[in-house]
């Protein structure tokens, strides 16, 4: 079934609408950062604010990390053997954290979540040039979701291509320290997005069959 580029933004935004609870544990990497930097801040003191804002990031990013450790090695060892997705995990996680231990620079950690976004969505467009949807069953390896895989992955692509154009803009447009504000809203942010995204596949692949 056709339906026009506005249809299409109006199904998307109606979405949002009555969304579920979020998890807890959404908040919390982002309680971190904002309550880590301002104490670091008085702590280290005023010239020392790159230092306090890299070691407060640092802190958030490995809560973020760690809480999602075990979902990332489940999903790498759909690809990999044991042994691979092992060490994968523990580079893809440790490798950041190494990287802003040793910065006291504000844009080495606005960087970094750009350069998460590259990689995921370089994941994702290498399955749309190859034909596969390992990825994407991955993420949602339900069997009714089985049909939907083609286009979530290159809902993916858009997905993360769009979170990285967001960041960039952000760290062009305001202040290093309203940008810890955009950081602690966007697993939030990014949350809901995904979501209503997900449903528009969805609802746009079931239309498409019954048409």
């Known amino acids: 079934m056709y339906r026009s580029p506005l249809d299409l933004v109006r199904l998307f935004l109606s979405l949002f609408q009555d969304l579920p609870p979020l998890s807890r544990a959404l908040y919390l990497p982002g309680a971190v950062l904002l309550l880590g930097y301002p104490v670091l801040s008085v702590v280290l003191g005023p010239d020392h604010g790159g230092q306090a804002f890299a070691t407060a990031f640092l802190a958030a990013l490995a809560v973020r990390i760690g809480m999602g450790f075990e979902g990332m090695v489940r ?47 370089g994941v994702f467009l290498q399955d749309v040039l190859n034909g596969r949807t390992t990825t994407a069953a991955s993420f949602w390896p339900d069997a009714e979701m ?36 955009f950081w602690a809203m966007l697993p939030i942010i990014g949350h809901m997005v995904l979501r209503a995204m997900v449903l528009t596949v969805i609802n746009l692949d079931d239309n498409g069959h019954r048409a």
């Not at 950041?96 to 969505?121: E, G, K, N, T």
Request: with cysteine; aromatic share 12%; charged share 15%.
């Open 75 to 121: 999903r790498m060892l759909t690809r990999y053997s044991a042994l691979q997705a092992t060490i994968f995990a523990l580079a893809f996680a440790g490798l950041p954290l190494m990287v802003l231990a040793l910065a006291d620079d504000p844009l080495w950690c606005q960087r970094m979540q750009s350069v998460f976004y590259v990689v995921i969505a």
């Open 146 to 181: 089985r049909e939907h895989l083609p286009n979530l992955t290159k809902m993916m692509v858009v997905y993360n291509f769009g979170f990285l154009l967001l960041n960039e803009t952000m760290i062009k447009v305001v202040d290093a320290s309203h940008w810890l504000l």
